[in-house]
T-cell receptor, first 118, second 114 residues
Framework: AQKITQTQPGMFVQEKEAVTLDCTYD???????LFWYKQPSSGEMIFLIY??????QNATEGRYSLNFQKARKSANLVISASQLGDSAMYFC???????????????FGRGTQLTVWP | DTAVSQTPKYLVTQMGNDKSIKCEQN?????MYWYKQDSKKFLKIMFS???????INETVPNRFSPKSPDKAHLNLHINSLELGDSAVYFC?????????????FGQGTRLTVV
């Protein structure tokens, strides 16, 4: 079973608007971390934001916020006031407690390609 | 100062050759990883080391061999390269292998086997 599901292969948003990128996850472990990464066309992987399973509040980092709905197992990324430079591939990832050889690995979704237009 | 650096950034080589990709992190992290990103952008873990000890060895051909001379370095050696090995390889590190620590990635090495 997929651990991370991103159902939007591509999203379009106009500059200055907000956009939500969807992510759902699957784990039976009570302790886990959720991450979002940005991969621009230049190829590097840039860490954006983290949410812990025990965190009471939604994580925020500047224009990025994570809409964490634990019961629904969703961790959507919200980008406010989109900028042209936000155009990139966005990956949702999870690390859970794991057992044995799965300990420590990050499971990635297949990504959402975001295009911001003027 | 680059936190996680890997070299080379681009690598073009012929089938059958042996090549290495080097990775170094200056963050003082205990855990390092190699990930492979295929042509559809899917990222999958290959190996993970914690304090120089191998803790994850995903099902990859044994032509791929990681080597960690110290906890700041994790190199990837590939023998007898095949066309299907063409991909982007990312090195990453994190403070630990626990759930609440983010991984920082190198800039990637685009390997093309011809």
């Amino acid at each position: 079973a997929q651990k991370i599901t991103q159902t939007q292969p591509g999203m379009f948003v106009q500059e200055k608007e907000a956009v939500t990128l969807d992510c759902t996850y699957d784990t039976s472990d009570p302790s886990y971390g959720l991450f979002w990464y940005k991969q621009p066309s230049s190829g590097e992987m840039i860490f954006l934001i983290y949410q812990g399973s025990y965190d009471q509040q939604n994580a925020t980092e500047g224009r990025y916020s994570l809409n964490f709905q634990k019961a629904r197992k969703s961790a959507n990324l919200v980008i406010s006031a989109s900028q042209l430079g936000d155009s990139a591939m966005y990956f949702c990832a999870m690390r859970d407690g794991g057992r044995g050889s799965t300990l420590g690995r990050l499971y990635f979704g297949r990504g959402t390609q975001l295009t911001v237009w003027p | 100062d680059t936190a996680v650096s890997q070299t080379p950034k681009y690598l073009v080589t012929q089938m059958g050759n042996d090549k290495s990709i080097k990775c170094e992190q200056n963050l003082g992290h205990d855990t390092m990883y190699w990930y492979k990103q295929d042509s559809k952008k899917f990222l999958k873990i290959m190996f993970s080391y914690n304090n120089k000890e191998l803790i994850i060895n995903e099902t990859v051909p044994n032509r791929f061999s990681p080597k960690s001379p110290d906890k700041a370095h994790l190199n990837l050696h590939i023998n007898s390269l095949e066309l299907g090995d063409s991909a982007v390889y990312f090195c990453a590190s994190s403070q630990s292998d626990r759930g609440n620590t983010e991984a920082f990635f190198g800039q990637g090495t685009r390997l093309t086997v011809v």
